[in-house]
């Protein structure tokens, strides 16, 4: 096995995807490609390149038979591959990154010259490369939690910032996993209050907030006090607001997660639509009379609020259950907006 670092322009020349096709595994050396996968690398790297950021992308491995190429060692681990024009190293694990790399090669000439690496197999064997495929595809995805708390995206910054002045989410939110273990003290995900972030100021789930980029500080303090005003005078969520974690016990939050809607990332997600109607972008303010309205609701699962929108009742066993969608969350924040007049 080798690497190897190669300019992007070449990689058209250099490898080729050979993707499953219809139902059949043997019809290619690793999975089919999933539609989007690559539009959404190349919008990764596009949005880097614009705003003069590096971008970075894992290395790609293909795999050749070892007669196909030359190898001159050169001492300490260093060699001099040699890779004649007719033949092509054949993917086995980076198929969307080439795909988004080629495209962007031919349409912008920005990254034409960045170099991206290669993992060579030396081996010619089909089903030992689809071994190889299997091997390298265990490794396990990274929560989307783990990767907002790493981004430095504004949103995900902002995010880090709202968490850290915040006293209902200070040391009650869970920096790694998709959701909170069920026996931990930890309420919310980075991912849960990013969320919450994007859809107070622009009323969708996933902006990057990319255009607040100068001025993250302003943003931050003003959606900071607007939740801290919010949570310290809601009756559902004052106790758990102004109790430092340490004091507060697992049962405590455990009936808070299981009986009030704010406890969980569809209630964070409502909370933030909700803000965005009391948003004025010319002042970068919240309107506190209207936070002081939203405090009022009954944030419980049993009201009528939340009844079939997010909050479904199992018929015959007196439970509930939390719809996900976000097709249930827009009829649950037309609700609020009609009981409250805001239509």
Aim: with cysteine; aromatic share 8%.
């Amino acid at each position: 096995m080798i690497q190897i670092n190669v300019p992007v322009h070449d990689l058209s020349t250099l490898v080729q995807e050979k993707p499953s096709t219809g139902n059949d595994p043997n019809s290619g050396k690793h999975r089919p490609e999933v539609k989007g996968h690559a539009e959404q690398i190349q919008h990764y790297i596009r949005e880097r390149v614009t705003h003069n950021k590096p971008w970075i992308l894992g290395t790609i491995t293909a795999n050749v038979a070892p007669e196909m190429v030359t190898v001159v060692e050169m001492g300490q681990g260093i060699c001099l591959v040699v890779v004649p024009h007719d033949v092509k190293l054949d993917i086995t694990d980076g198929q969307h990154r080439t795909l988004a790399l080629k495209a962007l090669s031919q349409s912008n000439q920005f990254i034409s010259y960045d170099a991206l690496p290669i993992t060579v197999v030396l081996e010619g064997d089909f089903k030992q490369c689809q071994v190889d495929f299997r091997d390298l595809a265990l490794s396990k995805p990274v929560e989307p939690t783990f990767l907002a708390s790493f981004s430095d995206s504004a949103r995900d910054r902002l995010t880090r910032i709202v968490i850290e002045s915040v006293s209902m989410f200070k040391n009650k939110t869970d920096r790694f996993k998709k959701s909170p273990p069920r026996n931990s003290k930890l309420i919310y995900t980075t991912k849960y209050i990013a969320t919450c972030v994007s859809c107070a100021f622009t009323e969708t789930s996933n902006n990057e907030l990319d255009e607040y980029e100068g001025e993250l500080e302003e943003r931050a303090e003003s959606l900071v006090n607007c939740l801290n005003q919010f949570f310290g005078e809601c009756s559902h969520t004052r106790y758990i607001h102004k109790t430092n974690i340490e004091k507060l016990t697992l049962d405590q939050i455990i009936e808070f997660r299981d009986n009030c809607i704010l406890g969980v990332s569809v209630g964070i997600e409502i909370l933030g639509r909700l803000l965005y109607c009391t948003y004025n972008h010319q002042t970068n303010s919240f309107n506190s009379e209207a936070i002081n309205q939203l405090t009022q609701l009954d944030w419980s699962r049993r009201s009528s609020l939340w009844q079939n929108n997010v909050v479904r009742v199992i018929p015959k066993q007196n439970k509930t259950k939390i719809a996900w969608g976000s097709s249930a969350v827009a009829d649950a924040v037309i609700s609020v907006k009609s009981q409250l007049g805001w239509m």
